[in-house]
């Protein structure tokens, strides 16, 4: 089992930049499929990146093409959201999560069976 730990959010103006980490510990995430969602209150968690077990394939909603990138460095364990323009509508707690299995339903957050405590990330307008 492994465990995800967040980190780098923070409160950044509109048009701003934050670059999040997730490490884990107890597995290698070499070994799954991860992803980025995001939660505001009162609203269900959404999807915002997923990367392949190998790194080969990354897939995004429309709202962050072209803004965020996920990456991940399996050699430190770690995956990256590299978030740009951010704007006030970003503002979330960031999740990151893992999955393990044959069938990936990258954008489903019900495809994950493992997940951090989140990182919030406030934008100001």
């Known amino acids: 089992q492994v465990t995800l730990v967040e980190s780098g959010g923070g409160l950044v103006q509109t048009g701003g930049s934050l670059n999040l980490s997730c490490v884990g510990s107890?597995?290698?995430?070499?070994?799954?499929?991860m992803a980025w969602f995001r939660q505001a209150p009162g609203k269900e968690r959404e999807f915002v990146a997923a990367?392949?077990?190998?790194?080969?394939?990354?897939y995004y909603p429309d709202s962050a093409k072209g803004r965020f990138t996920i990456s991940r460095d399996n050699t430190k364990n770690t995956i990256h959201l590299q978030m740009n323009s951010l704007r006030p509508e970003d503002t979330a707690v960031y999740y990151c999560?893992?999955?393990?299995?044959?069938?990936?339903?990258?954008?489903?957050?019900?495809?994950?069976?493992?997940w951090g405590q989140g990182t919030q990330v406030t934008v100001s307008s």
């Open positions: 999560a893992a999955h393990r299995a044959i069938i990936w339903t990258y954008a489903r957050p019900n495809g994950y069976d493992w």
């Open positions: 107890g597995g290698f995430l070499s070994d799954y499929d």
């Open positions: 990367i392949n077990d190998g790194g080969s394939n990354t």
